[in-house]
């Protein structure tokens, strides 16, 4: 069984920045795509960033790009997400997930919710003066 715990959630000015981080449990981290997702308020789901396995790869949404950083650490079972220059849209619940399948990554794929199966509980984050 996979748990994923994200961590580093908060309170932030607009401009500000935050660091997120996701811990997971298992063996087999490194063969996995990551992935942050985030759900406003009222509002769907939507993908943020993903990381292929060997963390060569990424992809962000256009929403975020040039402001997120997603890295890993495979040696440590960890997947990061460094937000800068954080506006008020941003404020979300944010969730890491795991693809489901091993050493995959599509960019058509990797943006969709339902190529990730195991999901952590989220960590709010808030944009606010």
């Known amino acids: 069984q996979v748990q994923l715990v994200e961590s580093g959630g908060g309170s932030v000015q607009p401009g500000g920045s935050l660091r997120l981080s996701c811990a997971a449990s298992?063996?087999?981290?490194?063969?996995?795509?990551m992935g942050w997702f985030r759900q406003a308020p009222g509002k769907e789901r939507e993908f943020v960033a993903t990381?292929?396995?060997?963390?060569?790869?990424?992809y962000y949404a256009d929403s975020v790009k040039a402001r997120f950083t997603i890295s890993r650490d495979n040696a440590k079972n960890t997947v990061d997400l460094q937000m800068n220059s954080l506006k008020p849209e941003d404020t979300a619940v944010y969730y890491c997930?795991?693809?489901?399948?091993?050493?995959?990554?599509?960019?058509?794929?990797?943006?969709?919710?339902?190529?990730?199966?195991?999901w952590g509980q989220g960590t709010q984050v808030t944009v606010s003066s």
């Open positions: 298992g063996r087999t981290f490194s063969s996995y795509t």
């Open positions: 990381i292929s396995w060997g963390g060569v790869s990424t």
């Open positions: 997930a795991r693809s489901a399948l091993p050493n995959a990554f599509t960019y058509a794929a990797v943006i969709r919710s339902d190529s990730y199966d195991y």
